[in-house]
């Protein structure tokens, strides 16, 4: 049988340059508030939580939970899948 050729394209971006997702876009494809919207983004740019927390003007405890509600509507479990779904853009059932 014949081979056929196949190509692989790796994408890297390395961290702390990538763009944010704007906030109407957050809002609309996951249902984020501008708040969660804006703590997503500080993640994704690649502040760390205590880092988005304090750019945000909102204690620690309180990025967290607002992150714990990111997860429920993102579907995502851990801040890698987030990170990895706003890289990858949304999945489709």
Known sequence: ???????????????????P???QV???LYGLTAAE????NSLYVGQSLQSAAATGGIS????KTVLK???????VSSQAELLQ?????????
């Open 21 to 23: 997702v704007p906030v």
């Open 37 to 40: 919207a804006r703590l997503v």
């Open 26 to 28: 957050l809002k609309e």
């Open 60 to 63: 620690l405890n309180t990025a």
């Open 1 to 19: 049988p014949e081979a056929s050729a196949g190509f692989c394209v790796f994408i890297h971006e390395p961290l702390g340059r990538q763009r």
């Open 69 to 75: 509600h990111v997860f429920v509507k993102c579907e």
């Open 85 to 93: 779904l706003l890289a990858l853009g949304p999945r489709v059932a």
